[in-house]
């Protein structure tokens, strides 16, 4: 097999150094690849012993210290491979480490140049790619957490496409030795639309062994710095200076993110937790959106808590989002990072209370989202009407009426508004009229065969708990074992429950045993919904959609809710087999969706139709290009 990468390496002294790098190469790097070693007239014999002793790598002597640029240009032509790798010898490599780089260039033709995060011998980040300032100077960036665009990253160890290589004409020979050649390199990608990026999935390890005098250093860094201040003034001129980010650290976020067509901060309650449930599926589908309309943009992901971060945090960051989280004093951050973004999004309404409106003084030029995920004022009315103590009437009472002050206010803050269904975003129109409100609910895909009525059996309720008592959807569970089942049963015993959902209240764990299955969280809930012969939710508390109705369409397994639970579903005439507002309503409901399979049928097929004509990917899609273009971006197609 032909290999598809050269490693490049240039040697003054250090045999040592060079060996344990290759040894821990080969140690390290199953796929087949080249080796070229350009030694550069070492003093102390090591071309001598390396041209005896290294196998399997071809090894070129110079009879005077080229340098490294030019010794990487000299490797470089004897490369055949699709792409090279510059590699310092004081460079250890690391389990893993090539696959996750061969596969960003794989994935991404316009990235000429890939690097893993570099760390310090501790295991500490010494380099996740390096700011170029407008004094010439560079910074080394120290947040490995996130896949990024990069002004450049350090040739100890940098992958690069050949033909990139060539195009960009190499090192450049007028730098002397060794400083600002991969810097100036970088630069000339750029020039030539090809992208520099770190993939924080590899890492190595750098010693930073040196082999100049520290005198001597500092004297070819300030020759090489001149140099390439006279290379590139004009790119230079557009640049803060790094010497002033001490000063002014909010310039630092601004370098480092200077390359993406946009900035977007989104401020939600956490990193979101797709598969529990609580709007989290949602909240990641709109952040997928932001994230696909740009694969360069920046997206900062500002949790308000740390729940579960460390759990969740790794597949974001791998997709190239920020996950910002612990903020203790928000006024400090929000300094940190003025006039960085281009738009701010706030879930919810206590997130935009806050954390949008304090977070935004400090970005007076961004567009400001209000995504509100459901109208919360509902809820403690829908409570209101369900209470018959004086003094929690009142409570309920006075909180519906601050959240629908609170959300009035959201709607007339944000300069684009974002809501689930086309009831909710009416209500915005009418508190906010200034505001245009779209309609972005949930995507999800429908496959084109799912089981039919034969084989499935007994009840599912499907909703995640939160581990925490009066939630909903417990509310809801409870109501379903206690007042619904006992009287289904005694028209079909034997009926099972199955409660399927993450994190389950202890009066939920309680329902377990018997003909109740308590099943907790579970990483695909479709097997579940593909398998039951229907879905029973009696919910009485909630807003907006219900993203567990939709899932449950696009199983193809009919439900019975309440109106509550129905809204917003698009269930027009089919609502009278589906929706209930008794327990004894519901008994009935279910009772001739168990036993009708001709019109469970019926209800399974136009429950799919809903889902492929309301809650379909290219939809959502649709949506929320819309929500991007009102901010002033367009989605690259």
Known sequence: MIPRLTFVLVSYGGRDLVVTCLKKLA???????DVVVVDSASPDGTGEWLEKNLSGAKVLRMSENLGFGAGCNLGVRHARTELVCFLNADVEVREDWLDPLLSFMDERPEVGAVAPVMLNTDGSVQESGSLIGGDGWCRAWEDGSFPREVDYASAACLIMRRKAFHQAGGFSPEYEIAYFEDVDLAMALRERGWQTWVVPESTVEHARHGSSSSERANELMRLNHGVFRRRWPGELAKRPAVTSLDEW?????????????????????????????????RTAAVVDAWIEAHPNARVTFFAVSAERVEEYAPRWQAKGVEIVHGVTDLEAWSRSRAGLYDV?????????AN???????????????YDSEALFHRRPEQHFEHAVDSAERRHHAIEAARLREEEQSAFRWA???????????????RVAPETPAHVACYPIVTPDEVPGVEGRSGVVFFGGFDNTPRTPNEFAVLELANEVLPDLRARHPGLTLRVVGADPSPNVLALHGGLNEVVGRV??????????????????FGAGVKIKFVDSMSAGLPFVTTPVGAEGLHLGAYARHLVGESPAEMVELCDRMLRDDELWSDVQQEMLRICREHFSEDGFRRSMAKVLLDCGICAVA
């Open 27 to 33: 140690e390290h790097t199953p796929a087949p690849y």
């Open 249 to 281: 650290p909010h310039r630092a976020f601004w370098l480092r993110d200077r390359n993406a067509p946009y900035r977007v901060l989104l401020i939600d309650d956490r990193v979101p937790q797709a598969d529990r449930g609580r709007g989290d599926p």
């Open 344 to 352: 701010i999004v706030a879930f919810r309404p206590h997130n935009y």
């Open 355 to 369: 954390y949008g409106v304090p977070i935004a003084r400090s970005q007076p030029q961004a567009i400001r989202v």
């Open 415 to 429: 300069d684009v508004a974002v809501c689930v269904s086309e009831e909710e975003a009416e209500w915005a129109r």
């Open 523 to 540: 990483p695909d809930p479709r097997p579940w919904l593909s398998s039951a012969r229907l879905h029973v939710v009696p919910m009485r």
